[in-house]
């Protein structure tokens, strides 16, 4: 219940930030402080934890978590060719980022006491960089296709590049989580309702509840992705 509580507030906090336009996006969302500061620094946590166990040097353990909280959006602004990236446009992302990775390095132990909320705070903010990264895109008039696949790659990214900085398997892309899966469907969402002709207010708002619901409903009746099934196995259960 409080999840869902808090789902709510965040889409009536961010619907405050959408232009109610009937033609489409007229700008690209601005997060609310409090929701780009919280954004920031439950990426950068998760990364420096995810490092701290791979025993990387302070070094590294730094990196990985500013990777993890503004890769996301370097990699959509890169794809879209859309100038500096935004974390360097708005340095107040990297400080959040900064602080968060000094604090996850510095006190590792104390820090994962609190991964139960950052995975709910994460799982809350899934929506927030699929519609920036969808939005973006329709700003460019790309393709619905291509749209999708910015808003999904905008919301996985730092995941991804954490992963791969620390040599394991992009858990975006691993069977049994629907993370992934729950961006794809939000920007889905997105496209669909804006071809329709929705308005920016509901294209928002139902992405937001889509990706969010989606996941938690997931991590709650443990719905997973399948495992690829090898061509050879599906003949063979063929009678």
Same mark, same amino acid.
């Given at each position: 219940?409080?999840?869902?509580?808090?789902?709510?507030?965040?889409?009536?906090?961010?619907?405050?930030?959408?232009? *109610?336009?009937?033609?489409?996006?007229?700008?690209? =969302?601005?997060?609310?402080?409090?929701?780009?500061?919280?954004?920031?620094?439950?990426?950068?946590?998760?990364?420096?934890?995810?490092?701290?166990?791979?025993?990387?040097?302070?070094? @590294?353990?730094?990196?990985? *978590?500013?990777?993890? *909280? &503004?890769?996301?959006?370097?990699?959509?602004?890169?794809?879209?060719?859309?100038?500096?990236?935004?974390?360097?446009?708005?340095?107040?992302?990297?400080?959040?980022?900064?602080?968060?990775?000094?604090?996850?390095?510095?006190?590792?132990?104390?820090?994962?006491?609190?991964?139960?909320?950052?995975? &709910?705070?994460?799982?809350?903010?899934?929506?927030?960089?699929?519609?920036?990264?969808?939005?973006?895109? =329709?700003?460019?008039?790309?393709?619905?296709?291509?749209?999708?696949?910015? @808003?999904?790659?905008?919301?996985?990214?730092?995941?991804?590049?954490?992963?791969? =900085?620390?040599?394991?398997?992009?858990?975006?892309?691993?069977?049994?989580?629907?993370?992934?899966?729950? *961006?794809?469907?939000?920007?889905?969402?997105? &496209?669909?309702?804006?071809?329709? @002709?929705?308005?920016?207010?509901?294209?928002?708002?139902?992405?937001? &509840?889509?990706?969010?619901?989606?996941?938690?409903?997931?991590?709650?009746?443990?719905?997973?992705?399948?495992?690829?099934?090898?061509?050879?196995?599906?003949?063979?259960?063929?009678?």
């Amino acid at each position: 219940m409080d999840v869902v509580i808090s789902l709510a507030h965040l889409v009536s906090t961010l619907a405050e930030n959408v232009p *109610a336009a009937a033609d489409g996006p007229s700008k690209v =969302l601005n997060l609310p402080g409090p929701i780009e500061a919280m954004a920031c620094t439950t990426g950068a946590l998760s990364g420096a934890l995810h490092a701290s166990r791979k025993q990387l040097d302070v070094m @590294g353990v730094l990196a990985v *978590a500013v990777c993890t *909280a &503004v890769g996301g959006g370097a990699i959509r602004d890169v794809l879209l060719n859309s100038g500096i990236p935004t974390f360097l446009v708005s340095p107040q992302l990297l400080l959040y980022a900064l602080f968060a990775a000094t604090i996850g390095t510095i006190f590792a132990k104390a820090v994962v006491h609190f991964e139960p909320v950052m995975a &709910v705070v994460d799982t809350l903010l899934i929506g927030v960089w699929v519609v920036i990264g969808v939005q973006k895109s =329709l700003l460019l008039g790309l393709a619905p296709v291509a749209v999708i696949f910015v @808003g999904v790659v905008s919301c996985i990214g730092g995941g991804v590049l954490r992963d791969i =900085l620390c040599r394991d398997r992009p858990e975006a892309f691993a069977p049994g989580t629907l993370y992934g899966a729950a *961006a794809f469907a939000g920007a889905v969402t997105y &496209v669909v309702i804006f071809e329709l @002709g929705g308005t920016v207010w509901l294209c928002v708002t139902a992405t937001l &509840v889509v990706s969010s619901a989606l996941r938690i409903a997931a991590l709650k009746f443990g719905w997973a992705t399948p495992a690829p099934i090898p061509l050879r196995r599906a003949s063979a259960k063929r009678p």
